[in-house]
């Protein structure tokens, strides 16, 4: 148990499809993340909150939606994504942000995302 | 450019001996690196954190060096165990900056 759960575990959809992905910690944290990894990859950061304040947005495409209705909740939108999204999606949360660059974060269990 | 590299293949341990992995980076000047610790179907678990102005971090059969002038980090496993199989990640940052950058990962596997 690391205090950060995401549903689903497993999902597979359609190009055309509209799913979202969960994310929920129990640690207090304020600040949440969204990460892509791919096979043999290191990860992506996508989408960073602070405060339920997006932070960042590393360039990732509209069809990835982010949205933090609190500083325990996250989710991730999807719609019309792309046979390459295929990908383990991770949520990860810390502390908060400020001068933490010295901060661990503290992942879930990924959603592994199949796109067809 | 700026990366950080791990070695891509598999390192195979003996049970019982010290496993070694590295992490390299170029064109960074990070103050903080990061050990995380990913099992398969799993999540990355943090493990160690030293900073740059420290040369050595020990947690348990856990030992992190940090290089700056050579621009690379170590992680040690003494008394290695076949528990100890996972891949391990390294990330850095940079002072005050709380994004990390990552390595794609060693897999470590430790034969009984």
């Known amino acids: 148990e690391t205090g950060v759960t995401q549903t689903p575990r497993h999902l597979v959809m359609g190009m055309t499809n509209k799913k979202s992905l969960k994310c929920e910690q129990h640690l207090g944290h304020n600040a949440m993340y969204w990460y892509k990894q791919s096979a043999k990859k290191p990860l992506e950061l996508m989408f960073v909150?602070?405060?339920?304040?997006?932070?960042e947005n590393n360039s990732v495409p509209s069809r990835f939606s982010p949205e933090c209705p609190n500083s325990s909740h996250l989710f991730l939108h999807l719609h019309t994504l792309q046979p390459e999204d295929s990908a383990l999606y991770l949520c990860?949360?810390?502390?908060?942000?400020?001068?933490?660059?010295?901060?661990?974060?503290?992942f879930g269990d990924g959603t592994r995302l199949s796109i067809l | 450019s700026q990366k950080i590299e791990q070695n891509s293949e598999a390192l195979n341990i003996q049970e019982g001996k010290t496993a070694t992995l590295t992490c390299n980076y170029t064109n960074y000047s990070p103050a903080y690196l990061q050990w995380y610790r990913q099992d398969p179907g799993r999540g990355p678990v943090f493990l160690l954190l030293i900073r740059e102005n420290e040369k050595e971090k020990r947690k348990e059969r856990l030992k992190v060096t940090f290089d700056t002038t050579l621009k690379q980090s170590l992680f040690h496993i003494t008394a290695s165990q076949p528990a100890d199989s996972a891949t391990y990640l390294c990330?850095?940052?940079?002072?005050?900056?709380?994004?990390?950058?990552w390595g794609a990962g060693t897999k470590l596997i430790i034969k009984p």
């Open positions: 990330a850095l940052s940079m002072d005050s900056n709380y994004q990390l950058i």
């Open positions: 909150y602070n405060f339920k304040e997006q932070t």
């Open positions: 990860a949360s810390s502390q908060d942000l400020g001068d933490n660059s010295n901060q661990p974060q503290h």
